[in-house]
C-alpha cells in the first residue's frame, strides 16, 4: 500500500503538508465511515485507498460495512438503477425489505464516530441512531433524473443529516441540508494508473492480437447500452473509410450479468467481419487496462448517460487525446478543444477522432492539457483534502476556514 509520502513527486510537497495540516486540525476526532461492502465497485475502491493514508496522517477513522442478506442487496440495486433513473418497478415490499434490514442494522451497527460518513442508499436510513454526533450523506450516484418514490424515500432520511455530497453540480437537489460537490477522484499510483513498461504494454497487445502498425481506437466500458458500444462501433466505421485503423471495445463483468450478455452479443454481430474490430471481454485485471489505455492513439467514451465517467480520468491521467459526449461529468472533465474533443452524435464522435489520428501534435496537445487538468483536480489527494475540509466546516458557522 502506498504511503502519502508517495504522492509527493507527482502533487508537491505543499500538497502533502496541507493535507497533514488538515488531519491535525481534525484533533483525533472519531470518524466512522460507512458504506455497503469492503471490495467491489468504485466506494469500496476508494474507502481501500483512502482511509489507511487517513490513518498514516493520525486521523481517528473506522470504516464499517452494513449488513444485508440477497433480498436486501437486490432491492438496493434496484433502488440504485431507479435513482440513476432507469424506469424499474419498486414496489412496497421492496421499501419494507429495506427497512427491516437498515432496523437490524441500525439495532446492532455500533455508531462510535463523532462524525458519521454515509455513503449511498443502502446504509442512509442509520441517521434513525443519530445523537450528539454529525452526519454526512455522500451520493455517489447521478440522481439527476431520479425515480420520484425512490429519491423521496431516501430524501426523506437525508433530510436529518448535517450535510450532503454530490459528485457534480448536475447532480444536486434542493435539499434542506447544506451540500458540498465533490469530485471523484483516480489514484495515480493504483495498478490502473500507474507508470508501467512498454514491454507490459507490449504483452498486452499480443495477448490481445494488435497490431501496432494500425492506430488504436478505444472504449473501455461495461457492455451496457448507456456506454453506447454500437455507436462507437459506427463511428469507427466512418473513421475507417479514410484511416486505417482498430478499434478495442473492452470491457468486464458482462457474463455474470444478463442484459451485458445481450449488448456484449450485440456488439459481437456488429462487429463481424471486421478483423480490425477488437471486442474483448477481459476479466478484472486493472494493469491490461492500463496496458490498452496506454496503447491507444485515441480513447473514447461515447456514452449516451454518465456517472462521472472514470474511464475518461484515467485516459487523460495517461496524456490520451480524448473523444467523448457532453454527458453527466464528462465536461468537467473534456473542456472542448483544450482537455480533449466533445461528441453529441455518432458522425461528430467520428470526425473528431479523424482529427485526432491526423493531428497527433493537436492530440498530444490535448493530451498533455489533459493530465494536468486531471492532476490539479482529480486526484486521490484532492479528494482526501475535500473529505477533510467537509469534517471540519462541520464545526465551522462559517464558511472559510483558516489553515494558519
Ligand atoms: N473498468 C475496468 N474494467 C472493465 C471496464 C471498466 O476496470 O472491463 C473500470 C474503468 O477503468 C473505470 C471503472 O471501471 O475505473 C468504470 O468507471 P466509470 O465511471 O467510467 O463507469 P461506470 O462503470 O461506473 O458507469
Redesign the pocket.
Known amino acids: 500500500m502506498n504511503k502519502l509520502q508517495d504522492y509527493s513527486d507527482i502533487v508537491g510537497a505543499y500538497t502533502i503538508d496541507e493535507l497533514k495540516i488538515l488531519a491535525e486540525m481534525l484533533q483525533r476526532r472519531p470518524i466512522q465511515t460507512i458504506n455497503s461492502t469492503a471490495v467491489g465497485g468504485?466506494v469500496a475502491e476508494i474507502l481501500n485507498r483512502m482511509v489507511p493514508l487517513l490513518k498514516e496522517m493520525g486521523v481517528n477513522i473506522r470504516w464499517d460495512v452494513i449488513k444485508g442478506g440477497m433480498d436486501f442487496f437486490d432491492v438496493t440495486e434496484k433502488f440504485h438503477n431507479a435513482l440513476h433513473g432507469e424506469r424499474v418497478e419498486v414496489t412496497g415490499r421492496d421499501y419494507e425489505v429495506f427497512l427491516e434490514t437498515s432496523k437490524r442494522n441500525i439495532e446492532e451497527m455500533e455508531i462510535s464516530g463523532d462524525i458519521v460518513f454515509i455513503h449511498d442508499p443502502q446504509p442512509v436510513a442509520l441517521i434513525k441512531r443519530r445523537s450528539g454526533n454529525k452526519w454526512i450523506w455522500r451520493c455517489h450516484i447521478d440522481v439527476s433524473l431520479p425515480h420520484e418514490g425512490v429519491w423521496n424515500f431516501v430524501k426523506g432520511f437525508v433530510k436529518d443529516y448535517d450535510a450532503s455530497v454530490f459528485s457534480a453540480p448536475d447532480f444536486s437537489h434542493p435539499l434542506t441540508i447544506r451540500q458540498f460537490l465533490i469530485a471523484p477522484s483516480i489514484d495515480p499510483l493504483s495498478d490502473?494508473n500507474k507508470d508501467i513498461p512498454q514491454e507490459t504494454i507490449d504483452q498486452t497487445l499480443i495477448k490481445y492480437n494488435l497490431n501496432t502498425d494500425k492506430p488504436i481506437i478505444t472504449q473501455?466500458?461495461?457492455f451496457?447500452r448507456l456506454?453506447d458500444p454500437l455507436g462507437v462501433i459506427e463511428a469507427y466505421k466512418l473513421v475507417k473509410k479514410y484511416i486505417d485503423c482498430q478499434l478495442v471495445l473492452?470491457?468486464?463483468?458482462a457474463i455474470d450479468d444478463p442484459e451485458g450478455m445481450k449488448v456484449y452479443e450485440e456488439v459481437q454481430n456488429r462487429a463481424s467481419g471486421d478483423s480490425d474490430i477488437h471486442v474483448i471481454i477481459?476479466p478484472?485485471n486493472?494493469i491490461e487496462?492500463n496496458a490498452l489505455q496506454r496503447a491507444s492513439n485515441v480513447i473514447v467514451?461515447k456514452s449516451l448517460k454518465?456517472?462521472?465517467?472514470?474511464?475518461?480520468t484515467?485516459a487523460l491521467w495517461k496524456e490520451k487525446p480524448v473523444v467523448a459526449s457532453a454527458v453527466g461529468g464528462i465536461p468537467l472533465q473534456v473542456k472542448h478543444k483544450f482537455s480533449g474533443l466533445l461528441c453529441y452524435s455518432v458522425e461528430g464522435a467520428a470526425f473528431n477522432i479523424k482529427q485526432l489520428l491526423n493531428n497527433k501534435e493537436y492530440a498530444s496537445q490535448l493530451g498533455k492539457n489533459g493530465k494536468e487538468h486531471v492532476k490539479n483536480n482529480y486526484l486521490l489527494t484532492r479528494h482526501l483534502k475535500d473529505y477533510m475540509l467537509v469534517f471540519l466546516s462541520l464545526y465551522y458557522n462559517k464558511d472559510i476556514i483558516n489553515l494558519d
Do not use: N, Y
Not at 473492452?250 to 463483468?253: F, Y
Not at 454518465?306 to 475518461?312: A, C, I, K, M, N
Open positions: 468504485g490502473k473501455i466500458s461495461r451496457d456506454k473492452a470491457g468486464g463483468t477481459m478484472h486493472d487496462v467514451q454518465e456517472g462521472f465517467g472514470l474511464t475518461v484515467e
